[in-house]
């Protein structure tokens, strides 16, 4: 079995705390992250975070991160309504999911927000 196998899920929500829409959006996307105990949901507001980001310029929001492990497996803007994101859970939760191509963006960006969520989980601690 595969360390993306056997890994937590993350869910990102990369907004901007002056994005109306993401401020709309986001009480649905905690309420979707009591649903789902099993993953871990983060909402990274862009500015206060761009050293995650890298080089990675993200203009539409709000955006999602997918990932498993060290693999990320969807990086892209979604409609605000959440009943688009419980669906992507759905199915990728069930298998229907497959790596982005290896040197895509959103792995390295996938590993520097789970670094960022160690980071938040131990100071709650």
Excluded at 38 to 47: A, I, Q, S
Excluded at 108 to 121: M, N, Y
């Amino acid at each position: 079995m595969t360390e993306a196998a056997t890994a937590p899920w993350l869910v990102v929500c990369l907004c901007a705390q002056w994005c109306g829409t993401c401020g709309q959006y986001q009480p649905a996307f905690d309420a979707l992250a009591k649903e789902w105990p099993g993953m871990d949901f983060v909402w990274l507001d862009v500015e206060d975070e761009e050293e995650a980001l890298g080089e990675l310029d993200i203009t539409t929001f709000p955006t999602v991160l997918l990932g498993r492990g060290t693999e990320a497996m969807f990086l892209g803007p979604v409609l605000p309504q959440p009943g688009v994101l419980q669906r992507m859970l759905e199915r990728f939760s069930q298998g229907d999911a497959r790596p982005l191509p290896a040197g895509d963006d959103a792995h390295a960006l996938l590993q520097r927000t789970a670094a960022i969520v160690q980071a938040r989980k131990a100071q709650a601690e």
